[in-house]
C-alpha cells in the first residue's frame, strides 16, 4: 500500500504566510506540518508517499531529502489545479495499482492510520472514509452514516440537526485502485461530488472510520494558531505520545508555554500561551500574551504583543505595542483574532 498527499495550491487564506512558505511545511512546535504526516505514515508501516503538489515543489523535495529509514518519496506534479479526486487521478501511473492511502496535506490530527487500513480491510468495500466528530457542523457538509457505512453526503446543514455526533469529512481516505483508475483525466473532479456518489450508486455504500480526536484543518491563520496550542497543550498533558515524539530541543512549561533551546530570550515575561520557536530573538523587559513566534523571528527590547502572529524573520520594533495581528516580514500586518482550543480536541 502506498500513501498520496494532497498538498494543494497557493494557500491565498494564509497569505502572506503561505507567500514563501508552503502550507504544508508550515511549522507546528518547531515540526513541519508535513512531518507529522509523514510520521504518522511511517507508523502505520507505509515507506512509500506520493506528494500530489503543483505548487513550490522545490521546497517540499528539499523537505523529503532530509528523511532516511527506508522512507521513498516521490512527486506528482499537476500543470495546473485539477481539484482533490482530479490531483488523484493524476498520480495513478505512480500509485501503480497498488491500495492506497490518501491525506489532506493540511490536516493535523492524531489518527491512527493503521486502525483505518485495518476497518478498510476488513469491510471490503471499494473506499474508506474518516468521519470528524462535529457537534455544530453548520459551516460544513455532512456525511450520512448508518452503522460502519456511508450511504451519502450532505449540503452545508440549515436548522436545528438535534443531538450529534454529527460527521464530516476528515480528508483521510483508503481507496483501492479502481476507484482512482477510473477518474476522468484532463479537467478538476470532486472527490465529494462526483466520485463518492458515483461509488455509493454502484456499490451501494462506503466505509465509514469515525474519529473525535485531534483534528485541526490548518485553512486559516486562526486554524494555525490553534494547531499549535493544541499540539502543545497535547504534549503538556499526555507527555511525549508517538504524534510528538521524543525531543530534547524545548522546553515545556505550564500555561502553555514552549520554548524552542536555540530561541534567545532573557529578562522576558511570557504570560499563559506563548510559543517560541527555533532561533527566534526578543529583547529585553518584553511581554508576550497568547502569541506565536517563529523561526528567526526577532522582537526588539520593551515590547508588548497580545494575540499576534510573528512570521519567520519578521522584526518587530523595540517599544512597538501591538495585538490581533499577523507580522510577516517585508508585509502588511493582517489582522487576527485567536480562537478558543479545546485541548482535548
Request: aromatic letters at 8%; proline letters at 6%.
Amino acid at each position: 500500500m502506498k500513501a498520496l498527499l494532497l498538498i494543494g495550491g497557493l494557500a491565498t487564506r494564509l497569505y502572506p504566510l503561505s507567500k514563501r512558505l508552503p502550507k504544508s511545511l508550515l511549522p507546528i512546535c518547531d515540526r513541519e506540518l508535513l512531518h507529522y504526516q509523514v510520521t504518522q505514515l511511517a507508523l502505520a508501516g507505509i515507506n512509500e508517499i506520493v506528494l500530489a503538489a503543483g505548487h513550490q515543489v522545490e521546497m517540499l523535495r528539499e523537505f523529503t531529502s532530509h528523511y532516511s529509514g527506508g522512507l521513498s518519496f516521490h512527486f506528482s506534479v499537476e500543470p495546473e489545479p485539477r481539484g482533490t479526486a482530479g490531483a488523484i487521478g493524476y498520480a495513478r501511473d505512480v500509485l501503480a495499482g497498488e491500495p492506497v492511502v490518501v491525506l489532506n496535506a493540511d490536516i493535523l490530527s492524531a489518527l491512527t492510520l493503521a486502525d483505518v487500513i485495518s476497518t478498510h480491510q476488513q469491510a471490503k468495500r471499494p473506499a474508506t472514509l474518516v468521519g470528524y466528530a462535529v457537534d455544530n457542523p453548520a459551516r460544513y457538509g455532512l456525511l450520512n452514516v448508518s452503522g460502519d457505512a456511508i450511504t451519502g453526503f450532505s449540503e452545508k446543514p440549515e436548522g436545528a440537526l438535534g443531538l450529534g455526533p454529527h460527521y464530516i469529512n476528515a480528508g483521510v481516505y483508503v481507496l483501492e485502485p479502481p476507484v482512482y483508475e477510473q477518474i476522468p483525466g484532463g479537467r478538476a473532479v470532486s472527490i465529494e461530488r462526483e466520485v463518492f456518489p458515483a461509488l455509493i450508486n454502484e456499490h451501494g455504500s462506503l466505509t465509514h472510520f469515525p474519529f473525535d480526536g485531534l483534528w485541526n484543518d490548518i485553512g486559516t491563520f486562526e486554524s494555525y494558531f490553534k494547531a499549535n496550542f493544541t499540539m502543545l497543550a497535547r504534549r503538556y498533558i499526555d507527555g511525549e505520545d508517538t504524534l510528538w515524539g521524543r525531543r530534547d530541543d524545548c522546553a515545556v512549561f505550564k500555561d502553555l508555554v514552549y520554548i524552542h533551546k536555540t530561541a534567545k530570550l532573557k529578562g522576558v515575561d511570557l504570560f499563559h500561551r506563548v510559543i517560541v520557536m527555533r532561533e527566534a530573538t526578543i529583547g529585553d523587559n518584553c511581554r508576550l500574551q497568547n502569541c506565536l513566534v517563529l523561526p528567526q523571528a526577532r522582537i526588539g527590547a520593551g515590547t508588548r504583543l497580545t494575540d499576534c502572529i510573528v512570521g519567520p524573520s519578521a522584526e518587530v520594533p523595540a517599544q512597538a505595542k501591538l495585538s490581533s495581528l499577523l507580522l510577516v516580514a517585508n508585509e502588511p500586518h493582517v489582522p487576527f483574532y485567536p480562537e478558543a482550543i479545546d485541548a482535548g480536541r
